[in-house]
């Protein structure tokens, strides 16, 4: 995943493409321009400003159980808090791993997983992730139904949560790069 090393200023039409590529990330720029109210070339050059940055992404989103796997599941994971970064880059290099992020709380990282059944789920657990060297404990809670599987990550937030002008928004690393 790319990171932008200075956070980008979003203005408000900034978010509005944000809000229309979510939307309908195939429409051409023309299109989008008039459902935002700006012109053609802004519409270009701002989206291509957007990708370049690493801020956003176009990709195809579909969810798990419409793909054929029946088996999902959230992971809280208790590891050895000297061995998180390299716990978090094995579990980042599995494919199974769907999502996976460092937390505070219960566990000291949460991951959601794809299966095609629960066999493929018990080896996982007994198996691979138990070969990750410092892991502690793992709690597997199964999802039977999704109620909502959204992608709208990254709408504009509320003005109360939007940060103050010229506050640090960069994102926090496990480690340095190499």
């Known amino acids: 995943m790319r990171r932008h090393t200075m956070p980008l200023q979003l203005d408000a039409l900034d978010w509005k493409l944000i809000a229309v590529l979510q939307e309908n990330a195939c429409l051409t720029n023309k299109e989008i321009a008039a459902r935002v109210g700006s012109s053609e070339p802004t519409v270009?050059?701002?989206?291509?400003?957007?990708?370049?940055?690493?801020?956003?992404?176009?990709?195809?989103?579909?969810?798990?159980?419409?793909?054929?796997?029946?088996?999902?599941?959230?992971?809280?994971?208790?590891?050895?808090?000297s061995r998180l970064p390299e716990i978090a880059e094995a579990l980042a290099a599995i494919p199974e791993v769907r999502f996976a992020g460092v937390t505070s709380g219960s566990y000291d990282i949460v991951a959601e997983v794809w299966f095609q059944n629960t066999e493929d789920l018990v080896e996982f657990i007994s198996g691979r992730l138990r070969a990750i060297q410092g892991l502690q404990r793992v709690e597997t809670i199964q999802v039977l139904k999704l109620i909502r599987y959204a992608y709208d990550w990254g709408a504009q937030p509320s003005a109360a949560l939007l940060p103050a002008p010229g506050a640090n928004t960069s994102r926090p690393r496990l480690a340095p790069s190499p």
Do not use: H
């Open 44 to 81: 270009r050059r701002r989206v291509k400003r957007l990708l370049a940055s690493g801020l956003v992404r176009i990709v195809a989103v579909v969810t798990p159980f419409d793909l054929g796997y029946r088996v999902v599941a959230l992971l809280g994971i208790l590891v050895d808090q």
